[in-house]
Each structure stands twice: as structure tokens, then as C-alpha cells.
């Protein structure tokens, strides 16, 4: 059983800061990529940044330059850093990650329960 928790959502102000965590406990072998996603009333899910086992990163065009995605790995954890909030960066926030389980050989996706953030002017 393998679980992903988020923190560190909340209401911010416009041009303000917040960071994400989620951390993975369970039966974990291997962490590979790591994600997070954003969500909002009928809308679909859309990926906001990735992070590979490598480091490698990538992001969606319109956070570029404003969040940053780094994980630790001793910590089972990733985090995103939001810098220069926007309105439009409203939404419900979720963590992804593809995980070898402990005693399989199959690499399988896990989800976040998800956290708010919310952008006001």
C-alpha cells in the first residue's frame, strides 16, 4: 500500500508565494517520475511540472519561470515552489508519482488527495 500526502496549499494574495509538498509512504521500492497537477470546476486536469529520477524538469508554458519542482529523495518527497501567483493559478493542486512497489515488479501511478490553492486580488 503506497499513500501520497500533500500540504501547503492555502489563500495567498496576488504576486505571493506558497510551496507544495507531498510526501510517499507505504511499501515503496523505487520512486520514479514525480508530478504535479492542477484542476479546476469542469475543467480537466492538466500537468503543471514534472521531475524526473534524473532531475530533469519540465513545466507547463504559463508557470515557466515563476515555479520551480525539486524533490528529496531520501525524503520520498516532492515539492513546487510557486513564486509571482496569478489569478488564474486558482485551483486544486495534486501530486503524482510512479512508484515501484515493494515485492512486485510492476511500476504503478499514484495520486495525491489534493490541496486548494486559492489567488486573490
Known amino acids: 500500500q503506497v499513500q501520497l500526502v500533500e500540504s501547503g496549499g492555502g489563500l495567498v494574495q496576488a504576486g505571493g508565494s506558497l510551496r507544495l509538498s507531498c510526501t510517499a509512504s507505504?511499501?515503496?521500492?523505487?520512486?520514479?517520475?514525480m508530478g504535479w497537477y492542477r484542476q479546476t470546476p469542469g475543467k480537466q486536469r492538466e500537468l503543471v511540472a514534472f521531475?524526473?529520477?534524473?532531475?530533469?524538469?519540465n513545466y507547463e508554458d504559463s508557470v515557466k519561470g515563476r515555479f520551480t519542482i525539486s524533490r528529496d529523495n531520501a525524503k520520498n518527497t516532492v515539492y513546487l515552489l510557486m513564486n509571482s501567483l496569478k489569478l488564474e493559478d486558482t485551483a486544486a493542486y495534486y501530486c503524482?508519482?510512479?512508484?515501484?512497489?515493494?515485492?512486485?515488479?510492476?511500476?504503478?501511478?499514484?495520486w495525491g488527495q489534493g490541496t486548494q490553492v486559492t489567488v486573490s486580488s
Open positions: 503524482n508519482a510512479a512508484i515501484f512497489v515493494s515485492g512486485t515488479y510492476s511500476l504503478k501511478t499514484y
Open positions: 521531475i524526473t529520477s534524473g532531475n530533469s524538469t
Open positions: 507505504g511499501s515503496i521500492f523505487s520512486i520514479h517520475n
